[in-house]
């Protein structure tokens, strides 16, 4: 089964401050997501990677950024952190056809005050 | 992109009975339909999908609908147990992209 590790797992931010999500895994997918939850909204996609370099915007990209610096990482940046970023955050892994599973992460809890 | 509504946000149903939940989408261009189930404090595992040549897909107690006509898909949870209580998303992706919309989710309840 996929391997998908997040760290930190849980994250106290002050507004203003940074925070970098890291999210490892180890099946050598191609694809890399990064998606937040939040109650009424399910999950909403915020950047993904095709491969090591790659970032693509999704739905909802507004005061983040993200950094595939190799085929197993992949990390999610907020560098002017708002309360209204405070969220569940899940990154998942997949192969490359559309109809390919995605293996999810086991979600970093992120609260800014 | 792709705008997927799932239905509805809460279903509470007796142990044994069958829970049916509702998802459209809006982009015709969609062909692959996954279901993810997550349970309390876990995160989202692929529990059935199906690609747009196929109606209907059945495996251990679950049954997908899928209506490209009218750009409806369904989950049907036959014999429902407790531990089928969970949230449950919908999504939809296309040829294309190897993006998956999700719906907002439907928080399942079995009761005993």
């Known amino acids: 089964e996929a391997a998908v590790t997040q760290s930190p797992r849980n994250k106290v931010a002050v507004t203003g401050g940074k925070v970098t999500l890291s999210c490892n895994q180890t099946?050598?997918?191609?694809?890399m997501y990064w998606y937040r939850q939040d109650t009424g909204h399910g999950l909403r996609l915020i950047h993904y990677?095709?491969?090591?370099?790659?970032?693509e915007k999704g739905d909802i990209p507004d005061g983040y950024k993200a950094s595939r610096p190799s085929q197993e990482n992949f990390s999610l940046i907020l560098e002017l952190a708002t309360p209204s970023q405070t969220s569940v955050y899940f990154c998942?892994?997949?192969?490359?056809?559309?109809?390919?599973?995605?293996?999810f992460g086991p979600g970093t809890r992120l609260t800014v005050l | 992109g792709e705008q997927v509504e799932q239905l509805p946000s809460i279903l509470r149903v007796q142990e044994g009975s069958s829970a049916s939940i509702n998802c459209t989408y809006e982009?015709?261009?969609?062909?692959?339909f996954p279901w993810y189930k997550q349970e309390p404090g876990e995160n989202p595992k692929l529990i059935i999908d199906?690609?747009?040549?196929?109606e209907r897909k059945q495996t251990q107690g679950l049954i997908v609908l899928l209506d490209k006509k009218a750009k409806r898909f369904s989950l049907h949870i036959t014999d429902t147990q407790p531990g089928d209580s969970a949230m449950y998303f919908c999504a939809a992706s296309e040829t294309n992209y190897n993006v998956l919309y999700f719906g907002s989710g439907t928080k399942l309840t079995v009761e005993p």
């Open positions: 982009n015709s261009a969609s062909n692959y």
């Open positions: 998942a892994s997949g192969e490359k056809p559309f109809y390919a599973e995605q293996f």
């Open positions: 099946n050598n997918h191609n694809n």
């Open positions: 990677s095709y491969g090591a370099g790659s970032t």
């Open positions: 199906i690609r747009s040549n196929m």
